[in-house]
């Protein structure tokens, strides 16, 4: 659906996009997470034909950026980070304005724009004014706009920025949707929690570089090889933790204050020994818990040793 080779740009000495590469399918709703600057919008417009690489390939179904822009610009549906509204029209208008310079006419353009303001969950405003909706609604409206030519492939730049919590879980939910319906979607955000559930795939970007690009499903995985687990006893907490050591499914142990942080051995899951042998040898046990896997730290993980 969408394959970038190498795609570079360049503004003067500065590289905004260095050398990106990436593969994403049907369905793939993925998360593009980077600090302000880091390249993000630049990649996406130039994956959205409205900005012209340096260097590199950018296929979208299939399409080259460079020799068939038209199509690709029918396929996709961009969102900016910034979009202005219109005074002076309703919700309704704005979109039936946006749809006929899609070239959607006749009675099936009413039809579409009120589907996409059903999907979008703002059919209660369709007759207000645009210019008097809140920064979430606006960001609603803008998507449903976006999707009013129902591309196969999104490029939603920061939909959630700007948003209340409330605001921010219904646009969590939209993408979610949005996946479901086979749509190629990328998402950026400057936060991986915003993203992480609703994603099926990450990057993080930083400086140009693509750091990281992996499945949220693999991370998760890998992150859940080596299990670590908190345990607190009421006394004798050294004691205690030589004798975890010793332990074959136990691979080291650490002292954070009270707590032993074990790790176990990788591959190891089942630690249902351990809590009754420190209390078959007489220890109290305070906590005995097993680390969350942290979506946001497994994947800094990932980084780590490629950040120069
Ligand atoms: N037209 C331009 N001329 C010169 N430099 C630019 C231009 N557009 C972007 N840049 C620079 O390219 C780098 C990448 O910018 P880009 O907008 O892609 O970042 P971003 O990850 O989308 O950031 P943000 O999260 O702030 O939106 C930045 O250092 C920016 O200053």
Redesign the pocket.
Known sequence: MIETRKLTKR?GD?I?ANEITLKLEEGDVFGFI??????????MRMIATLLNPDYGECYVCGKSIYTHPQEIRRLVGFMP?FFGVYDDMTVIEYLEFFAATYRINGPGRRKVCEEKLELVDMSFKRDAMVNQLSRGQTQRIGLARTLLHDPQVLLLD?PASGLDPRARIEIRNLLKRLGELDKTVIV?S?ILPELADVCTRVGIIEA?VMQVDAYVADVMKQARKALLLYIEVADRTDEAARLLEQQDDVESIDMRGETIITTLRKGVEDYSALPSLLVEAGFRLRLFREEEVNLETAFMELTKGKQQ
């Open positions: 503004y500065l905004a980077g600090p302000n600057g880091s390249g993000k919008t630049t990649t980070d920061e950026s400057h140009g």
